[in-house]
């Protein structure tokens, strides 16, 4: 009798991408491995296919126990914090967890010989402006980065920097913004603010466009990418951008909820430069003491400037193309915009 397949290690397997990444690898037959500070709700959380491992991922021995008896590993967890200027204490958090976090997965994945690792990155590790870019732009590390933003980009040069080491292959997938029922993060957010009534006025010029990705793509680029990363591939060391080829406008984007909900869109804009002001002085405050700002110096940068890259690299070396455009993927969010607008 042949030994039973090693499960596929998901880090970061109760998150929005994690948990419907497991669901889609154990639907195809895949025994999976869940490493994350929490249980998975829902069916994960007792499916016989799936084994839990609650741990943290500042933990060298805690990653190092998750990692054991794994071949193939996606290391979909981070800390996103979007400051530019941060208190010492959140900026050595972030750095730990998603620096560091990321070299204790490195280092157990070469101790246990782990041959296939895919990382998710962003499409933050490239600064804004970005009209058109594509892998070979250059990475956000400067003094004005924001800490999510610096800190992905410099793990995922750890991650491409690894591969081929002791048989380990790795690759770095950046997705632009996620959405898709159970979206936790950006409806939520614009939900309610939509309901409040702040949604005035609209924000720089009404025409500068970012990328985004439905979740069911998302997961797909994912396993199109481990199933493809061996030897003899020309994946090995890359990065991709990973986005549903639309880039649109933030409140373009969002119009089908907008309407839906009965609302109407802004008919003035904001100036960009003022936006982008206003965020910084926003956080300054808050460093001095003051609220969480109402929006950071990078969500201003990407709301008012272009911030949308070309996926071609990813259609050709993944064979991986997106299936559910915006207008598919925002009908398929309906029903959870309703239930967030009701709960607003």
Partial sequence: MSPAPSPILIIGGAGYLGRNLALAL??????????????????????????????????????DRAVAGCQTVFHAASMICALTIAPRALREQVEAINVQGTRNVLDACLAHGVTRLVYTS???????????????????????????????????????????????????????????????????RFIKELKAGKMIVGLGDGKTRADNIYIDDLVSSHIHAADRLGEGTRIGGQAYFITDGEPRHYFEFFRPAVEAMGHKMPRFNLPGSVLIGLAWASEVVHLAGGPWPFTTVMEAQKLVQENWVHIDRARRDLEWRPLVNHAEGMARSMDYIRSLYDKA
């Fill in 26 to 63: 154990v639907e195809r037959g895949d025994r999976v491995r869940i490493f994350d500070r929490h249980v998975p709700r829902g069916a994960l959380a007792s499916h016989p296919s799936v084994e839990c491992v609650v741990g943290d991922l500042r933990s060298a021995a805690d990653v």
């Fill in 122 to 188: 962003s499409i933050n590790v490239v600064p804004v402006p970005t009209d058109g870019g594509d892998e070979t732009t250059r990475y956000h590390l400067g003094r004005l980065a924001d800490l999510y933003s610096r800190t992905k980009a410099t793990a995922e040069r750890m991650v491409l920097a690894t591969d081929g080491a002791r048989g380990l292959r790795t690759c770095a997938l950046r997705p632009g913004g996620i959405y898709g029922p159970g979206e936790e993060h950006h409806f939520p």
